[in-house]
């Protein structure tokens, strides 16, 4: 049998010859600036053995991948009381849009989308200050990834709140339904950094261990909440594209905008891949394909 190591290797040549590599996002020039050249994949296995291949050491915005780790801490604390505030459905709407939200008077449709994430960062919010929120977000990741290294890009951050109008609209209307407990300002300002943390490809890989179930049962989160978490990333984890992912794939994920996916093989992998062009729905194009080859040629997959 072929190991990990060249398996990586002939995917991420594969992927070097790639003529459509999607695009970048555009609504910040940090991200649209992206080399689409690069592409980075890492898995961790159970055994603490870490395979890696492409600029797997380069920091990257993860975005949205973020909303895993927010998901995490909000239902440690909260637990079965945040779905009074948050559902648990997907969505064929876009990531950023506020239809749903009207629709479901306030109840964003699962913690992925914006209008979700927007909630479940201002639970973490609750009794902090925005500092110290992020502190906490910061202090999972590095538990998380093994890494004391992880970092805010302040210059996105101040960029995502210049340019998040939909972002601000969505805090707006969230508030109007009275499902935000902070001023706007306050919850999008803890939102937009917590969205420009970078970390690199084998950093995130490491942090999505604990969802693998690798390490002590209960350690950063209780296993009740594993299930639940990649139960949400299986389904609603690429948002309006997750049903494709999953036929594809067939393993709980979450992508970001800066072309990042976290992916989950329960009990067999961590992986991440980045890759920053993206596809019509905002997921790494290359990243998707990426993990597809994988899961096929190792059958990792959760059916
Ligand atoms: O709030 C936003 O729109 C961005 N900071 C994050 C969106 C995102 O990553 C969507 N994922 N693919």
């Known amino acids: 049998m072929t190991s990990i190591p060249a398996i990586l290797d002939e995917i991420r040549q594969k992927m070097a010859c790639a003529e459509d590599r999607g695009k970048a996002a555009s609504y910040i020039p940090e991200l649209a600036s992206a080399d689409l050249q690069k592409f980075a994949i890492s898995v961790c296995l159970p055994n603490g053995e870490q395979w890696s291949t492409g600029d797997s050491r380069t920091p990257f915005s993860i975005q949205s991948v973020s909303k895993v780790f927010t998901l995490a801490i909000a239902l440690g604390r909260y637990g079965e009381s945040l779905w009074r505030r948050v559902g648990r459905e997907p969505t064929t709407k876009a990531f950023n849009s506020s239809q749903e939200l009207e629709v ?42 093994s890494e004391e290294d992880i970092h805010i890009n302040r210059d996105i951050a101040a960029s995502e709140k210049m340019t998040g109008h939909k972002n601000w609209a969505l805090a707006h209307l969230l508030s109007a339904y009275g499902n935000l407990d902070h001023s706007c300002e306050l919850t999008l300002g803890t939102y937009f950094h917590q969205c420009a943390i970078e970390m690199s490809c084998e950093e995130l890989a490491r942090s999505g261990r604990f969802l693998a179930g690798f390490g002590k049962k209960d350690d950063l989160v209780r296993q009740s909440s594993v299930k639940r978490i990649n139960a949400l990333m299986l389904t609603c984890g690429h948002y309006n594209g997750s049903g494709e992912f ?25 992986i991440a891949v980045w890759s920053p062009g993206l596809d019509e729905y905002g997921n790494s194009l290359l990243g998707t394909a990426a993990l597809e080859e994988l899961s096929n040629r190792m059958e990792w997959s959760v059916f």
């Open 104 to 145: 479901r008077k306030g109840i964003p449709a699962n913690p992925f989308v914006n209008a979700g994430a927007i909630v479940t960062t201002d639970m973490v919010l609750k009794g902090a200050s925005p500092a110290e929120a992020l502190g906490g977000i910061l202090q999972f990741l590095r538990v998380a990834a």
């Open 246 to 270: 999953a036929y594809r794939v067939g393993i709980p994920a979450k992508s970001g905008v800066g072309g990042a996916i976290l992916a989950i093989v329960p009990g067999k992998a961590s």
